[in-house]
């Protein structure tokens, strides 16, 4: 069986992402994270934040988050060249990352194991850029319709073919991991020009096309608390865990990590959409 890295990206001063992190590999950690074909690589700018965990770190350094952010202007870019870092410190043939608001509901092997050269995995598919009625999307169109971008190898334009991958899921094969600096080269140039926060994923996406690498998709094998309302109910109660029994103590947090459900009862669901509607 080929050896599979989940790489998890967690940086930046709110706690929350490293919550999660944590709380991915704890409830992954049983049924398949544990597994000898398996490891874990956490990128990551605390890394003091996972000690006892056993897991491969990889410090962030504050050059680094300066560069992989375009100077600060954009942190989605630390997930490109934080991803493309664990890759080439990988003895893995495959590296699956997971967003740190996300877990797995499914074995994600089964997932993985569709991950081939010039094959990989993103979340899902949001649709394509020309044509879209969705406004976040659309400001694509605004600003590339008649823009030139010109890259170290190649001139880019927009195309009818592009789309945009959301990059929750980032599933690709150790041949495929020099794609990553491209995508961070297009990215690197497309972010000055959309104002959007989707430019990494979108700048993945594209690298795949012109690579000529398909993509399947993984987002029924997860559940998530990307939601506003979600990661406003389930932020506190990771907090609330981590300080109870303490930031690493990793059998500790191992053996009640079941006691948290995550899930946001029915009531809590009305008070905020209750709270949303006298805004």
Not at 39 to 61: G, W
Not at 103 to 117: D, F, I, M, T
Not at 152 to 175: A, F, K, P, T, W
Not at 189 to 213: K, N
């Amino acid at each position: 069986m080929d050896k599979l890295e989940h790489v998890i990206i967690a940086y930046g001063d709110q706690l929350g992402y490293h919550h999660g992190a944590k709380f991915q590999v704890l409830r992954a950690w049983p049924n398949w994270y544990s597994s000898q074909y398996v490891s874990v690589c956490v990128v990551t700018d605390k890394p003091e934040l996972f000690n006892n965990y056993p897991v491969r770190l990889i410090q962030i350094t504050e050059q680094e988050a300066h560069d992989w952010s375009l100077c600060g202007t954009q942190h989605f870019g630390i997930k490109l060249r934080g991803l493309e870092k664990a890759m080439a410190t990988s003895d893995s043939s495959v590296s699956l990352l997971l967003d740190t608001d996300t877990y797995w509901k499914k074995n994600p092997r089964l997932l993985a194991n569709s991950v081939k050269p010039n094959h990989a995995v993103m979340f899902c598919d949001e649709g394509k850029i020309k044509g879209t009625k969705n406004v976040s999307i659309n400001r694509f169109n605004e600003s590339l319709e008649k823009a030139e971008i010109f890259l170290s190898d190649m001139r880019y334009e927009l195309s009818d073919l592009s789309r945009m991958y959301n990059s929750s899921i980032i599933g690709m094969h150790q041949d495929d991991a020099g794609l990553l600096d491209r995508a961070f080269e297009l990215f690197s140039a497309l972010e000055p020009l959309v104002e959007a926060h989707t430019v990494e994923q979108f700048s993945l996406g594209e690298i795949f096309r012109l690579s000529g690498v398909s993509v399947t998709f993984g987002a029924r094998y997860t559940g998530d608390w990307s939601s506003t309302g979600k990661k406003n109910y389930v932020t506190p109660l990771l907090k609330e865990f981590f300080y109870r029994y303490g930031e690493d103590n990793f059998h500790a947090h191992l053996e009640h990590i079941n006691e948290m459900a995550i899930s946001r009862p029915l009531g809590v669901f009305i008070q905020q959409k209750i709270a949303r509607l006298r805004r």
